[in-house]
């Protein structure tokens, strides 16, 4: 998107507050790099997000069925060296996220295809996750038997606990 016309400047989704600075500036690899994206930096708070952001109408369209998170199931399953591989980057994902805490409740906003979620489970966590591809949603309960909703995640209607088994 090289004009942000299409897209909503929105204010800080922790704090509230409307003044950040510029923190990146970068293009998106993945729809060949023409189009710009910012993330910032709330002056509050010290959130970062991505500002201005697409619509809830235009969101759809970064996330195609080929986008490379929702196809990478299908193609990490190619040999037992791309197998590795990605469960070594998938640890220390994990890794990352219980350096803070050892074990709970995830929710994972976007998760894709479920790999990350299903990894979390691996560790104990109990897990649930939201995406708006239903194509990706359904290979995550398909392939994982994860807890996935499908749709936006400001209207998912959760359960009283996240929990997969």
């Not at 998107?1 to 400047?9: E, F, I, R, V």
């Not at 950040?20 to 910032?40: N, S």
């Not at 890794?95 to 990350?116: I, N, P, Q, Y």
């Not at 104990?124 to 939201?130: F, L, N, P, R």
């Amino acid at each position: 998107m090289n004009s942000t016309a299409q897209m909503g400047w929105t204010a800080c989704n922790l704090c509230g507050s409307n003044q950040a600075d510029l923190y990146y500036e970068g293009r998106d690899r993945q729809l060949g790099g023409t189009e710009r994206f910012r993330l910032v930096r709330c002056r509050q708070c010290g959130l970062i997000y991505l500002n201005p952001r697409p619509s809830q109408d235009e969101i759809g369209r970064y996330y195609p069925d080929d986008y490379e998170p929702f196809t990478r199931f299908s193609r990490d399953r190619s040999g037992p060296v791309a197998r590795w591989s990605q469960i070594r980057y998938l640890d220390k994902r994990c890794k990352a996220v219980m350096h803070w805490k050892s074990s709970g409740r995830l929710l994972d906003v976007g998760c894709a295809t479920g790999e990350f979620l299903a990894r979390m489970r691996c560790y104990g966590w109990q897990v649930q996750g939201v995406e708006l591809s239903p194509t990706a949603a359904e290979a995550a309960r398909r392939e994982y038997g994860l807890g996935v909703l499908t749709g936006d995640p400001a209207q998912a209607q959760f359960p009283p606990t996240a929990t997969s088994t």
